[in-house]
């Protein structure tokens, strides 16, 4: 990430015309641009138009840049006003009256069936099959890292915007909920249940897979 | 802490790993919870596994720009510069 340090030095950079400095930015944050448009806009194409829309937003907003937010949210915040934008002009309804109340509808992070009874004699509401600790070098495996992108993809739009930008992204929780204007307690939820479904794909594919 | 606290079930536990790792379980939870990994092997692994799952999410991002995007990236800074 770009050393909050150095930020002024480049963003002066940026307004002298240095091309080095715009090709620096770039390599770091494109890449992340186009994939957090992508949880906006439906397509790739249209992901890579924000990003590309972005940039352009940068150079002609750099003059008016503070520094009072880091220049990464800066330029995430006018990404994200720009695919908002599109998405509405687009039609394209946002899940984002579903974001407001996710806790309607409950779900266990772990299949009921894993548990033994909660009226057990002796250990009531204990794993009745115990999660089984995973090899190291499986989860350092490609493969791994395709089941977990697939596990994410199929999950409900929310729940896959919450964990595309806190675990995927790196985001922290604050800035996830200005992204999505949610509550603290609602993007915990999401969260939670993203987490909770990827794991268990994650289990489903590592016991299938070796012993 | 000798304090009795009544136990959680696992079947609990798994519910409130998220809050926990952001830290939003409050005092007398966060201890039932702590109690709980010390003498739970299976949640022990389950809690692992959580963290585990967060840490390979984070590796998806390892995509480089590719040289075509990149060159049209920097015509578009110098046709923003030459304005």
């Known amino acids: 990430m770009v050393e909050t340090a150095g930020e002024e030095q480049l963003v002066a950079a940026l307004r002298a015309g240095d091309e080095e400095a715009f090709r620096t930015l770039v390599r770091e944050y494109h890449p992340s641009l186009v994939r957090v448009a992508r949880i906006y806009v439906p397509t790739q194409a249209a992901a890579e138009d924000v990003a590309a829309e ?4 940068v150079l ?3 003059d008016r840049f503070e520094g009072r937010s880091s220049l990464r949210t800066w330029i995430f915040r006018i990404l994200t006003n720009i695919a908002k934008t599109r998405a509405v002009r687009d039609g394209r309804t946002l899940p984002f009256s579903a974001l407001q109340e996710p806790g309607r509808v409950p779900e266990p992070a772990v299949d009921a069936d894993r548990f033994l009874d909660p009226e057990h004699p002796r250990w009531p509401g204990h794993w009745a099959v115990k999660p089984a600790p995973w090899p190291e070098d499986a989860l350092e495996a490609a493969e791994t890292r395709g089941v ?4 994410i993809e199929a999950l409900p739009a ?3 915007m919450v964990i595309s930008l806190r675990d995927v992204e790196g985001w922290s929780s ?3 909920r200005n992204a999505l204007d949610l509550s603290e307690t609602n993007q915990r939820v999401l969260l939670h249940r993203a987490r909770s479904k990827v794991r268990a794909a ?3 594919y590592l016991s299938e897979d070796g012993t | 802490m000798s304090q009795q606290v009544e136990q959680l079930s696992c079947r609990e536990f798994v519910e409130l790993v998220t809050d926990y790792l952001e830290g939003a379980l409050p005092g007398e939870e966060r ?4 109690q709980h990994i010390s003498r739970c092997d299976g949640c022990t692994a389950y809690l692992e596994q959580i963290r585990q799952t967060v840490a390979v999410a984070g590796r998806l991002t390892e995509d480089a720009l590719s040289p075509d995007a990149e060159r049209a990236l920097l015509d578009a800074f110098r046709g923003w510069r030459t304005t």
């Not at chain 1, 972005?54 to 937003?57: A, H, K, M, P, R």
């Not at chain 1, 977990?148 to 596990?151: L, N, P, R, V």
């Not at chain 2, 201890?31 to 702590?34: C, G, I, K, V, Y």
């Open chain 1, 54 to 57: 972005t940039w352009l937003g």
């Open chain 1, 158 to 160: 929310t729940q896959r």
């Open chain 1, 202 to 204: 994650l289990e489903a």
């Open chain 2, 31 to 34: 201890l039932r919870f702590e």
């Open chain 1, 60 to 62: 002609k907003g750099l």
């Open chain 1, 174 to 176: 604050d800035e996830v």
């Open chain 1, 148 to 151: 977990i992108a697939e596990a």
